[in-house]
Nanobody, 124 residues
Framework: QVRLVESGGGSVPPGGSLRLSCVIS????????VTWFRQVPGKGREGVAG????????NYADSVKGRFAISRDDAKNTVHLLMNSLSPEDTAEYYC?????????????????WGQGTQVIVSS
């Protein structure tokens, strides 16, 4: 059974930082792409950051470039998302996803396996 379990969400003031983690089990994702998405009520899922096999290739949404950093620790079956300089606009439910089909990294329809999400709230 494939499981993706996110953790690390919470409530922080503007300018704060959080590190999200996604632990993947039941699927050999070592050669696959893993992406963090986020979603706010009433909107579709937005690709935030993705990382390819080996971690040599990363992609970021323009809105988070320079503030967020994605990394993977395949020995621990974990992908992290370090989020710095958070703003209220970053408030969302954050999901990790893998088993990517051919297509753009940021399109949610290109992923088969998803976690249940972790909530991030940025508010003073």
């Amino acid at each position: 059974q494939v499981r993706l379990v996110e953790s690390g969400g919470g409530s922080v003031p503007p300018g704060g930082s959080l590190r999200l983690s996604c632990v993947i089990s039941g699927y050999n994702y070592d050669s696959d792409y893993v992406t963090w998405f986020r979603q706010v009520p009433g909107k579709g899922r937005e690709g935030v950051a993705g990382i390819a096999f080996g971690g040599l290739t990363t992609n970021y949404a323009d809105s988070v470039k320079g503030r967020f950093a994605i990394s993977r620790d395949d020995a621990k079956n974990t992908v992290h998302l370090l989020m710095n300089s958070l703003s209220p606009e970053d408030t969302a439910e954050y999901y990790c996803a893998t088993k990517k089909s051919y297509g753009q990294w940021s399109r949610p329809e290109n992923y088969e396996y998803w976690g249940q999400g972790t909530q991030v709230i940025v508010s003073s």
